[in-house]
């Protein structure tokens, strides 16, 4: 749990890795944590290793990859036989399944609207996750707002373009921005 924090406030920009093809690119990137976004049962494997190889972070949104139920035997199974650093989940079944196995654990919240961001906030208190992933990540209001209803750590994601997106967002109290946009990997 420690290395997610420290490395987030030393290096604050996340690689979400939303294409195996960008997995070379990620590797060389001076990002320090991965939001490993695709892959399956039969790659999983090979793209852990490959970052763990190059000291990289790895957290593994577990709804997105092929092959796997997502359920406790799931998050299981990639805990023990595939070495991750933490999981990514909009379930908060696989929230409490990881945290019972003391993995480090990510709630991605899509906030389309108050219910949405009502209905997150109040999964969140129930979950209690390590930190929690807004998406879209441009919006700072949300963000502080989040922050002062659940007390847990921010990441924002999702059409982070800019470097202005990114000190917004850090300004309003995100620990850490995750983007597939290579730009920003390197700001």
Known sequence: MKDFFNTANQNPIIAALNHVDKLDKVIQSPCKIVFLLTGNILNLGFIVDSLKKKDKLVYIHIDLIDGFSKDDIAVKFIYEHIGLDGIITTKANLIKAAKELHIFTIQRLFILDSLALDSGINSIKNTKPNAVEILPGIMPKIVKN???????????????????????????????ISTSNEEVWYM
Do not use: F, M, Q, W
Not at 155 to 171: F, N, P, R, Y
């Open 146 to 176: 989040v922050i002062a209803e659940t007390r847990i750590p921010v990441i924002t994601g999702g059409l982070i373009k800019e470097k202005e997106d990114v000190i917004l967002s850090l300004k309003a109290g995100a620990i850490a």
